[in-house]
């Protein structure tokens, strides 16, 4: 009974940190499957709207966040919190604010080179004043 119970303490701390392993490897391929997604409702936003990303503030009243903006063509919201989180805080994705806002499609000169959505690690609010696209690339 004893090295039953030995043998089997091994073969769990061995196994432990592969089943870890897979597991966060899961939570990365989910985490690429929504960035997709989410890339997906922002195009989707755009075809709606004459080709044009929409803007960061979208009013002098007050801020409209994207995934706001985004939600109604997401079929679950739910793909805006990364599995690999550990808050509702941290871990979300961000979009390239600086460089789409209110950017038509057609400008965008080196489409390849640019992202649109992306893993971020914190909540960061852009700056009270405008940065126009052309020159914050």
Not at 13 to 41: D, H, M, T, W, Y
Not at 74 to 96: D, E
Request: charged content about 15%.
């Amino acid at each position: 009974r004893f090295f039953d119970n030995q043998i089997i303490a091994i073969l769990a701390a061995i196994l432990f940190p592969v089943f870890a392993k897979a597991r966060e490897k899961a939570r990365q391929s989910s985490c690429l499957s929504n960035v997709k997604q989410i890339g997906l409702a922002i195009l989707s936003y755009v075809q709606d709207y004459d080709e044009t990303f929409f803007a960061y503030r979208m009013d002098s009243g007050g801020v409209y966040y994207w995934d706001i903006i985004t939600a109604p063509y997401m079929k679950n919201t739910q793909i805006l919190r990364c599995p690999s989180g550990a808050s509702v805080t941290t871990r979300l994705y961000g979009w390239n604010w600086l460089y789409l806002d209110y950017q038509a499609l057609g400008a965008i000169t080196h489409p390849s080179e640019t992202f649109m959505v992306g893993d971020a690690n914190s909540l960061i609010a852009p700056p009270t004043s405008t940065t126009t696209a052309s020159s914050s690339r």
